[in-house]
């Protein structure tokens, strides 16, 4: 049983973005990185499920930047076997197709049983890299995927979808297939101290992708701040406690719903 | 032309198609393009003739028996023949959990890609500019789309008034489709628990974010939401890590409300989130970010930690209440 698992680094959730000086995307110098959320959960999976089989291999993909081997390091330390680096320094001016290209063309020799992915980046959010991937690899996919039945691995995998308003449904697929993973489907292990040494000697490779043009590349053209739909009453001027008393009295006053 | 995608269930509407067939009409009207509906379905669905009923060129139903139940495969064999049969400028659909499951499949067979979940558009010398949320709802980007048609596009739910849809009078049209081996088998879908709450009922909701930091603080909120005489909700990530249940989460996967008052306790705003909430008569929003989504859509908002304000409003909702 081989899993690859594709990770990416994002910017921290918490951090304040600002906009880069061509107005193009935010600037990303002294903005902390983190390893996309859902992703997280997608490697917690693929762990599980080959720990469940007794054996097998679980290689971390990641497309990015040098700075993005904190991810690989981060995952080989919670138990990933080996990596796979897309080398590319300007990842931002890459469309999801062309980031879909260059993983199956650096995947698709380690013919994978199977590929797991966060359901969307925290970025761009594109949500398409894997379903596309998928495609380019010629195998199945399931998006936003809730649970693995791993009882059922062997030529066919069982996977719970989310639907949407709390519906659900099951669906069996045949192998090789791609998942791409909803976040909360499990509980996301520590690194292990052992597993932190051990990550030192375990194997990244390196691939430079060929960067084909993509004509039909969405192209952002200006990225500011969402404009205000609503006019909004800021309470406190900064002082919690004080807004709360304000509010209250707004919530009487204006809003009547005391 | 443009066409665009009708979900449904056992031939019952997925209502927010209504707000597809209006953003392509209104596309229409920019661009100077008629709009076809394209219904995938096993038989002569019943829905083909409700859908008519819009002002339309034509209702498609793409049929072939494996298209009786979703999956990514089917749906993907029959879009790829409707659009190779009709040769479309656009493709328009709404940024459902099934679209995002086939369309993004569809577009990279024909070598595009989707320019998804868009929250508006604007018109520009025959050509559309689109604004979609990224970083989380942070920040917003203006996108546009390169290359030749066919063009995919989907929208954000809310983003159109499915009720502003144009009505009219459509033909409609079987095209049988080919489809090719199915490689996932699915079974019925299902409600995990009933709801045990229904949220949507709810007058006034307190709803708690990550901001709330532990499970012990979640009673904090119950006090503030027992004064009120409100109901407790969550984001995503309160659920998730079984804080509160499930049944009480707000958002895309969760319950969609339209409550007179809705409080979000330390919750961002992310775009999963608002999509469940937006809608509330007013929106108070606590949070230390004063750069937090949440405050977009906010009528009040207090920057500061949750843990001053809300024992401080707790406080005074008893007074008011005397």
Sequence with gaps: ???????????????????????????????????????GYALEEAL??????????????????????????????????????????????????????????AIREENADLVFTGLQSDDASYGQTGVILAELLGIPHATIVIEVDRESLGDTLRVKRELESGWYQWFTYTLPSLLTIQSGISQIRYASLKGIMAAKSKEVREVTPTIESFASAAQIQKVYMP???????????????????????????????? | MILVFIEHKDCVLNKTSLEAIAAAQAIGK???????????????????????????????????EKLGTYTPDGYADAWEHVIKATDPQYIVMSHTYQVRDFAPKVAARLGRE?????????????????????????LDADVTIGGDAPYFVTFQSGAFRGD????????????????????????APFQEAKATVDLTKSDIIVAVGRGIKS??????????????????????????????????????????????????????????????????????????DSEAPIFDIADYGIVGDLFDAVPVLIEEVKKAKG
């Design chain 2, 114 to 138: 989707v320019v998804g979940d868009c929250i508006r558009y604007k018109a520009e010398g025959g050509k559309l500019m689109l604004t979609r949320r990224i970083f989380l709802g942070k």
């Design chain 1, 1 to 39: 049983m081989k899993i690859i698992v594709l990770m990416k680094q994002v910017a921290n959730k918490d951090a304040v973005l600002r906009i880069a000086g061509d107005e193009k995307w935010i600037n990303e110098t002294d903005v902390a990185q983190q390893t996309n959320e859902s992703d």
């Design chain 2, 215 to 288: 499970q012990e603080n979640i009673a904090l909120a119950q006090q503030l939401a027992d004064v009120l005489g409100a109901d407790l909700a969550a984001s995503r990530p309160i659920c998730d890590s079984e804080w509160l249940p499930i049944d009480r989460q707000i958002g895309s996967s969760g319950q969609t409300v339209a409550p007179k008052v809705y409080i979000a306790l330390g919750i961002s705003g992310a775009i999963q989130h608002i999509v469940g909430m937006k809608n509330a008569g007013t929106i108070v929003a606590i949070n230390k």
């Design chain 2, 30 to 64: 920019d661009l100077g393009l008629g709009v076809t509906a394209v219904l995938p379905c096993d038989k002569d669905c019943s829905l083909a003739q409700d859908i008519a009923g819009y002002n339309l060129e034509k209702v498609i139903v793409a049929k072939n």
């Design chain 2, 164 to 187: 502003s849809a144009e009505k009219g009078s459509a033909a409609v049209e079987t095209m049988g489709v080919t489809v090719g081996d199915i490689r996932m088998t699915a079974e």
């Design chain 1, 227 to 258: 404009l205000k739909t609503k006019q909004t009453q800021m309470l406190g001027n900064g002082d919690a406690k004080a807004g709360a008393v304000e509010l209250v009295e707004k919530l009487k006053t204006e809003v009547r719903a005391i």
């Design chain 1, 48 to 105: 599980r499920t080959v720990e469940a089989k007794g054996g097998g291999e679980v290689v971390v993909c990641t497309l990015g930047p040098q700075s993005a081997k904190t991810v690989i390091k981060d995952a080989l330390a919670r138990g990933a076997n080996r990596a796979i680096h897309v080398v590319v320094d300007d990842a931002k001016s890459l469309s999801a197709y062309q980031i879909a290209k260059a993983i199956a063309d």
